[in-house]
């Protein structure tokens, strides 16, 4: 890749690159591959790890003394942002939808260990521009305290952090070679945008190189990435931009989301995630969500089952994380 992201500056929190492990044969016989990045390593793992490298590298550049921002109540990238601050040594705020719980769980429990302050708006749970307009006033707050705040919106999904996913496209192409593979499809689950158009932004810029490039398929598990918001293309030439490319690399026929696989809402569990969860386990020992992964594989058996993809070929999925939210009311499947 050109001068590869070494221009940008990048804080190191991630345990890369992450494994690339050989699955079962999937419904009409494409080979399973599932990229690891639950095991990115920064507070039990995920994928905002890898946006997170870039958004404190912008901050500790910039010399925040502290990171601010939001998501839902059982949110990962708070979570991990948490873990962040606490490497780096910066004061942590989370920006949360909800009430405050008696007894925190799951990603709270674990924000709490790392030491952040959790701040509760009482929203609902995807009500993003209640919870945004929150981290504003947040950050108002601590820049008139001298908290000097690095604010990150949701997801960590700006041009900064999808840099992450560019990277993590090489990281990836270089395995499958080195694995002596080359996919069919690479699939992951979307929710606010900056895994897709980083992964996106990397792929353009690895085909303009010349090489072959597998089709990127999004399952979009938010009402907001269904219906075409972010836009992905966008995201995704800024990211290039930043990058140091040509952004008209990106074609905006590169964007795929399949919005079939949500359900009712974010959040809300699916017999078809729950389905894809045990299954994932019983087959891989892998560890899926009801809010983000499980959803993105179910979506890929169900591409997978319509033919989409040849026997024979092979089919990467990128698993995102969000394995703490097992722990928490209601966060598993029902047993059986
Ligand atoms: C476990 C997990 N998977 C997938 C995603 C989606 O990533 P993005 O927000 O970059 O679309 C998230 C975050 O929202 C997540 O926590």
Redo the contacts with the bound molecule.
């Keep these: 890749m050109p001068r590869v992201f070494g221009h940008l500056p990048r804080a190191r929190l991630a345990t890369l690159p992450t494994p690339l492990e050989r699955g079962s044969e999937l419904p009409g016989g494409a080979r399973l591959w599932v990229k690891r990045d639950d095991l990115t390593g920064l507070g039990m793992g ?3 790890a890898r ?1 997170l490298e870039f958004l404190c590298g912008a901050a500790v550049a910039k010399g925040a003394r502290s990171l601010l921002t939001v998501g839902a109540a059982q ?3 708070c979570r991990m942002t948490a873990a962040a601050g606490a490497v780096l040594g910066l004061e942590v705020h989370l920006v949360l939808s909800g009430d405050r719980p008696e007894t925190a769980t799951g990603n709270q429990l674990l924000s709490t260990l790392f030491g952040a302050q959790q701040h509760f708006t009482g929203s609902e749970e995807s009500h993003w521009g209640e919870l945004e307009i929150a981290r504003e006033a947040l950050a108002d707050e601590l820049r008139a305290a001298g908290a000097e705040p690095y604010s990150i919106p949701i ?1 960590g ?1 700006t041009p900064v952090g999808a840099v992450g996913y560019a990277a993590a496209f090489v990281e990836l192409m270089q395995q499958c070679d080195a694995a002596g593979i080359s996919p069919t499809a690479i699939v ?9 158009a980083g992964l996106l932004a990397g792929r353009a810029l690895w085909r303009d190189r010349g090489h072959h490039v597998p089709e990127v398929l999004a399952i979009g598990v938010a009402k907001g ?1 269904n219906m075409g918001m972010p836009d992905i293309a966008d995201l995704a030439r800024d990211t290039v931009e930043l990058i140091g490319g040509d952004r008209s690399v990106v074609d905006r026929a590169d964007v795929r989301v399949d919005p079939n696989w949500m359900g009712d809402d974010y959040g809300v569990p699916t017999r078809a995630g729950d389905a894809a969860i045990r299954w994932a386990a019983r087959h891989g020992g892998w560890v899926l ?1 009801r809010v ?2 499980g959803k ?1 594989f179910a979506g890929m058996v169900g591409v997978a089952e319509s033919g989409r993809w040849p026997a024979g070929s092979d089919v990467v999925f990128i698993h ?3 394995s703490p939210a097992i722990f928490t009311p209601g966060g598993a499947p029902p047993e059986r």
């Excluded at 992951?188 to 897709?196: D, F, N, Q, V, Y």
């Design positions: 995920g994928n905002k946006k949110s990962n990238h997801g999904s992951h689950t979307s929710s606010s945008g900056g895994t897709h990435v969500d983000y992964s993105g995102t994380g969000g």
